[in-house]
C-alpha cells in the first residue's frame, strides 16, 4: 500500500551529515505547527519547544551533547513544562509525559522530511547543562533535540549500519507467541 504519508514514513531516515545552508523560516514554523497538532496525553500539550539557531548557542548545545553529531542550522529542543503537570496534578511519573515528547519528535521530524529537510533526534546530552545553555527556568526540562537541517550530499556514516527488521518481526497476532 502507497500513499504520501506512508511514503514518507518509510523514507525518513536519521540524518547525522548536515550542509551549513540556514533553513527557511516558514520552514520551521511549518514543523513547529505540525508538532502543535501531535496528540498528546490528556490533550495537556505539556511541551515547550526552544528553536535554537544562533551559532554560538548551537556550539554550546553540541559541547554539552556527547549524542549530537549534527552541525546543524536550527536545534528544536522539546521541553517538558513541569509546571503543568503541577497544575494538572499529574503524577511526575505518569507515562504520557515521556510519551509526548517522542511524539512530537516524530511529528516533527516526519514534517521536516515531507518538506525536503532532514533531521536527526537526541537524548544523549546533560539535561542541567542544556538548561544552563538555554537560560530555561526550574520549571522546563530539556527532554529530547530534534536536529534540523539540509542533509550534506556526500553518504553518512559514523554509526552502525541498522539491521533489517521488519514489521513481522516485532509483531504478534491476538497473543504473545514464541517465534
Ligand atoms: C528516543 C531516541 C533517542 C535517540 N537518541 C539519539 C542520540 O542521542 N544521538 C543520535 O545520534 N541518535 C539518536 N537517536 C536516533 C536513533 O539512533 C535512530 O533512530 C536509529 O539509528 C534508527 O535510524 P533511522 O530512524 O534512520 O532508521 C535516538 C532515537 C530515539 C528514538
Known sequence: ?????LDA??????????????????????????????PTGGNLKLNRFVVVNKPHTLRLL??????????CPVVIV????WEVVRLRE?????RPI???????????????????????????????AVSVVLNLPDHLSP????????????????MRAYEKVTWRDLTYWDRFEKK
Open 62 to 71: 553540541q559541547m554539552v551533547s556527547p549524542g549530537m553529531f549534527q552541525r
Open 90 to 94: 499529574l503524577p511526575t511519573h505518569s
Open 98 to 128: 515521556a510519551m509526548d515528547v517522542g511524539g512530537a519528535a516524530q511529528t516533527m521530524m516526519l514534517a521536516a522530511h515531507s518538506i525536503g529537510l532532514a533531521t536527526g533526534p537526541v537524548t544523549s546530552f546533560s539535561r542541567s
Open 143 to 158: 527532554e529530547m533535540f530534534v536536529c534540523v537541517g539540509y542533509a550534506a550530499p556526500k553518504p553518512q556514516g559514523g
Open 1 to 5: 500500500m502507497n500513499n504520501p504519508v
Open 9 to 38: 514514513i518509510k523514507t525518513r531516515r536519521v540524518i547525522r551529515d548536515m550542509t551549513d545552508q540556514p533553513i527557511e523560516t516558514e520552514k520551521v514554523e511549518a514543523i513547529l505547527e505540525a508538532a502543535r497538532w501531535s
Open 78 to 81: 522539546i521541553c517538558v513544562d
